[in-house]
């Protein structure tokens, strides 16, 4: 399964099948970042560049340096690798991942700009002088909902914003619709990290032969 955006306004999505999923919906500031990434019709043999760009409106813009996305040996593929140094500055948040293709051997030469995913920056933990809050926002709004749901009436939950929207002005019905979207996406998080395995259960019937 890919990972991909598929809001249908969004000009120059890459549909499920034009790509090889490869970047990690989570990934941590101040690690080694690694993957191996193919688009169709973007060839890294024939001239195609790739650059990453992040982009969380209103905190912060990562682009990554130039030379981390490198053709590999197999020319169609590219090889993306940032160090821990790299990515060390990256504020945590959620992004929206961008790729940039480019090709001056082309004439005239062409630039093709893709939204790919959203990806969770989770801060770094070795070096950091106090205590981090490492929960990702599924899970920081899925507690928020179970403790409002609970009657809890602390400022940290009553004034917790989903959307815009702060917890102590939505109805209980609201606040239980909201937690089942949050626990769901909490879940696929978990799958995403290998942090939760679906159990498998097989169903066996006995029957009585004639």
Not at 171 to 184: D, F, G, S
């Amino acid at each position: 399964m890919g990972y991909v955006s598929l809001t249908p306004n969004t000009p120059n999505l890459i549909t499920q099948s034009d790509f090889v999923p490869a970047e990690p919906p989570i990934l941590r500031a101040g690690d080694s970042w690694q993957w191996k990434r193919e688009f169709a019709g973007f060839p890294s043999g024939q001239g195609w560049t790739l650059q990453y760009a992040l982009n969380c409106p209103g905190v912060a813009l990562f682009q990554f340096p130039a030379g981390v996305a490198t053709a590999d040996a197999d020319g169609v593929s590219f090889d993306v690798a940032l160090s821990a140094a790299q990515t060390a500055a990256v504020v945590p948040g959620t992004y929206d991942l961008y790729a940039v293709l480019s090709n001056t051997t082309l004439n005239p030469p062409s630039q093709q700009t893709f939204e790919l995913v959203s990806v969770e920056i989770k801060p770094a933990i070795f070096g950091a002088l106090a205590n981090i809050d490492t929960r990702s926002f599924a899970k920081k709004t899925v507690d928020a909902l179970k403790a409002a749901i609970a009657g809890d009436t602390s400022a940290t939950v009553q004034e917790y914003e989903i959307h815009g929207r702060k917890v102590q002005y939505m109805p209980r019905l609201q606040l239980e619709q909201l937690l089942a979207v949050y626990e769901l996406r909490y879940r696929q998080e978990q799958i995403a990290s290998g942090e939760y395995v679906p159990k498998r259960s097989a169903r066996i019937e006995f029957g009585c032969g004639s």
